[in-house]
């Protein structure tokens, strides 16, 4: 526990509410245009529209995130990262011993704001969110990594699976 006279941590995690839908919906679209996946031009409207669907998930408990904010500036959020809780078919255990009932976490918005990167922020978002994890029941998690976020992942535990996209008209 840090005493008066010690320096304040680089960064303090803190669980987001729906009162950070905005800054959220801001790192979801500013995620996708930083990988190319989004249209420069696309990004006010990605934005406006997951915000109210953040400031709705969260309270329902559906989605579950943290921010981080430098200890100097606790009012300003620099990086964030979630998860969708979903419920799934019961299925086999990933171990092979039984059946899993729990519910999934698809990892979402890992984000960290461009002055902030390479600083070990992500790393411990992501460890903020694989301690939720466990303390709280989740079965299993996923996630989809672009090719900067991968080796994180990797070495928290992730690992390539045989998933695949239906890239075709629906």
Do not use: K
Not at 59 to 84: D, L
């Amino acid at each position: 526990m840090p005493t008066d006279e010690s320096p304040a941590p680089p960064f303090a995690i803190r669980r987001a509410t729906a009162d950070d839908a905005d800054v959220l919906a801001h790192h979801r679209a500013a995620m996708f245009r930083d990988m190319g996946t989004l249209r420069p031009e696309d990004y006010d409207a990605l934005r406006d529209a997951v915000r109210p669907w953040f400031a709705e998930a969260i309270p329902a408990g559906e989605y579950v995130a943290f921010v981080a904010t430098p200890g100097s500036r606790p009012g300003e959020i620099v990086g964030g990262a979630g998860m969708q809780l979903r419920r799934l078919l019961p299925r086999p255990r990933a171990d092979g011993a039984g059946v899993e009932l729990r519910p999934q976490a698809l990892v979402m918005n890992v984000y960290t704001e461009p002055a902030w990167r390479r600083r070990g922020l992500a790393a411990l978002l992501m460890e903020e969110v694989l301690a939720w994890a466990r303390e709280h029941g989740v079965g299993g998690m996923v996630l989809h990594a672009s090719d900067e976020g991968r080796p994180l992942y990797e070495r928290l535990g992730f690992v390539a699976n045989n998933e695949m996209r239906y890239a075709g008209p629906l």
